[in-house]
């Protein structure tokens, strides 16, 4: 009577857990697969689901306003801290050349980075504040700018700013920029924006070159602002062959102007998508240029 007693009870603790324990693996593998179970999933994630902690910014998901000042990214919100052409540290957000994320004005499309994805909205004008008077702020004469400053007007068509007179190389009080010299312009060396680190007479995006973002023609160094309806609004050039064309883009007869390829537009081509540049050249933007 033990002996049956015993074999009763094992077989009814058999049949109450033995299954809760060969199922296990297969609960896990559910987990893994849904979002809404509160436990560790395959992600190796705890306390939520993968993909929530995956997709959630540990900033916030509100993105500061264009140009608020910033220390870090996380001042931003789930926007980005990047610089202005003065080194000062602003809020911006990702942007590309058509679609939800085109910048309004007066911002713009800058390239920041060396992949497609590093495009920022960015001040015209090259700083937030384009009217204190300041290095690169815009003007029209020199009393529009904070002595000793004076009003620059650049032979390239770029934009007027004011210019710090400067004595040489590290001379000028902010690192983006360095001591220039502008012909026919002033007899003293000028602080200039680096670019491509040659201090260049441009503190904001106008004229936009190549491929790069517009709104109208004026703003365009080639004078043609064309929107191609799947790569937005660009500066372009016209054609008639592929001759006619940077190496990267091609001629399409029906357009008469010269475009990159939509799989990666402009942003894929000022990255150097698709450049093949020769030995002893380096692209930059898009267009191969003799290595330092």
């Not at 190549?210 to 609004?233: A, L, R, V, W, Y």
Request: charged share 20%.
């Amino acid at each position: 009577m033990r002996t049956f007693l015993v074999s009763l009870l094992l077989f009814s603790w058999v049949i109450t857990f033995a299954p809760a324990c060969s199922g296990s693996d297969d609960e896990d593998v559910t987990i893994g697969a849904t979002d809404n179970v509160d436990t560790q999933s395959t992600t190796g994630n705890t306390g939520t689901t993968g993909t929530d902690d995956v997709e959630q910014n540990p900033c916030g998901d509100e993105t500061a306003p264009i140009c608020n000042s910033c220390e870090n990214d996380c001042d931003c919100g789930a926007g980005k801290c990047i610089s202005d052409v003065r080194g000062n540290k602003f809020c911006s957000q990702p942007c590309a050349f058509f679609g939800d994320a085109v910048c309004n004005s007066p911002y713009y499309c800058r390239q920041m980075g060396d992949t497609a994805k590093d495009f920022y909205c960015y001040p015209i004008s090259g700083v937030c504040d384009p009217n204190d008077g300041l290095d690169c702020a815009s003007c029209e004469r020199n009393s529009d700018c904070e002595d000793p400053l004076k009003c620059i007007f650049p032979e390239n068509g770029s934009q007027p700013f004011c210019g710090r007179p400067c004595q040489g190389d590290g001379t000028c009080p902010n690192a983006t920029m360095d001591c220039g010299h502008l012909p026919n312009q002033t007899e003293d060396n000028i602080c200039l924006p680096l670019i491509a680190g040659i201090p260049k007479p441009q503190c904001g995006g106008l004229p936009m070159g190549f491929c790069q973002p517009c709104h109208e023609n004026g703003q365009c160094k080639t004078g043609q602002c064309f929107d191609s309806g799947t790569i937005g609004k660009v500066c372009t050039k016209g054609c008639s062959s592929q001759e006619d064309c940077p190496t990267g883009t091609f001629c399409p007869s029906a357009k008469g102007v010269c475009l990159p390829p939509v799989a990666y537009g402009c942003q894929g081509f000022l990255t150097c998508l698709g450049v093949d540049c020769p030995d002893k050249k380096i692209c930059y933007r898009g267009f191969c240029l003799d290595a330092p």
